[in-house]
C-alpha cells in the first residue's frame, strides 16, 4: 500500500528566500509524481507533473525532481514570495493518484 | 472554459437526509474520481471510474454511491447523511494511457451535516 509523507509539515520564511519541500513514498513502482497547491477554501491547481522517467520538471520559479528508487520527489521554490503562501501537495501515481498531507507554507513580507 | 466542475459548491443538510453533488468535465478526460478531504486537510480517494465503469471503490460505507451516466459526468449520493460525512468532497479527472497528463481537480464542495 502507498504511503506519502511530506515534510515539513509547516514552512515560514521570509521573502525571498529558496525553500526546499519534501516528499517520500513507500512504493517505487509509480507512473509519475503530481504537486499541486491549494490556498485555503479553494481547490488543487496542479504545479508540476514528472514522468517515471524524468528527473526533473521546472515551471518557472519552481523545479521538481523525481529519484523513484530512493522514493524522494522535491520541490524547489526560488526566490519566495508571500502570493507562494499555501498548502503544498505532493501525490504519487500507481494505480491510483495517493497524497500526502501537503507542507503548509507561509512566506512573509 | 476547459475544466472539472462541480456543483453545489456548498451544501448544509441535516443528519438522515439524502444529497447528490454532480460533477462535469470537458477535458476529454476517459477517468473521473471523487476525493474527500477531512478536516485535517487530508485528500484520500474514494471512487474511480473510467469510460463509465467503476474501478476503483476504496473502503467507503456503501451509503456512498457514485453514478456515472457517460465519461464526462460523475456524480456521488449520500444516503442517510451522519455528522462524520462533513469534509470536502473534490473531483477530479484524468486520461488514461498514453495521454495521461496528471489529474485536473474541480473546486469542491464544502459539505457540512448539521
Known amino acids: 500500500k502507498q504511503e506519502v509523507t511530506q515534510i515539513p509539515a509547516a514552512l515560514s520564511v521570509p521573502e525571498g528566500e529558496n525553500l526546499v519541500l519534501n516528499c517520500s513514498f513507500t512504493d517505487s513502482a509509480i507512473y509519475n509524481l503530481q504537486w499541486f497547491r491549494q490556498d485555503p477554501g479553494k481547490g488543487l491547481t496542479s504545479l508540476l507533473l514528472?514522468?517515471?522517467?524524468?528527473r526533473e520538471q521546472t515551471s518557472g520559479r519552481l523545479n521538481a525532481s523525481l529519484d523513484k528508487s530512493s522514493g524522494r520527489s522535491t520541490l524547489y521554490i526560488a526566490a519566495s514570495q508571500p502570493g507562494d503562501s499555501a498548502t503544498y501537495l505532493c501525490?504519487?501515481?500507481?494505480?491510483?493518484?495517493?497524497f500526502g498531507a501537503g507542507t503548509i507554507l507561509r512566506v512573509k513580507s | 472554459d476547459t475544466a472539472v466542475s462541480q456543483t453545489p459548491k456548498y451544501l448544509v443538510t441535516q443528519m438522515g437526509n439524502d444529497k447528490s453533488i454532480k460533477c462535469e468535465q470537458n477535458?476529454?478526460?476517459?477517468?473521473m474520481y471523487w476525493y474527500k478531504q477531512d478536516s485535517k486537510k487530508f485528500l484520500k480517494i474514494m471512487f474511480s471510474?473510467?469510460?463509465?465503469?467503476?474501478?476503483i471503490n476504496e473502503t467507503v460505507p456503501n451509503r456512498f454511491s457514485p453514478k456515472s451516466p457517460d465519461k464526462a459526468h460523475l456524480n456521488l449520493h449520500i444516503n442517510s447523511l451522519e455528522l462524520g460525512d462533513s469534509a470536502v468532497y473534490f473531483c477530479?479527472?484524468?486520461?488514461?494511457?498514453?495521454?495521461?497528463?496528471?489529474?485536473?481537480f474541480g473546486s469542491g464542495t464544502r459539505l457540512t451535516v448539521v
Open positions: 501525490a504519487a501515481y500507481g494505480n491510483k493518484l495517493v
Open positions: 471510474y473510467n469510460n463509465k465503469e467503476l474501478i
Open positions: 477535458l476529454g478526460h476517459d477517468t
Open positions: 514528472i514522468q517515471s522517467s524524468q
Open positions: 477530479a479527472s484524468s486520461s488514461s494511457g498514453i495521454s495521461y497528463y496528471g489529474y485536473t
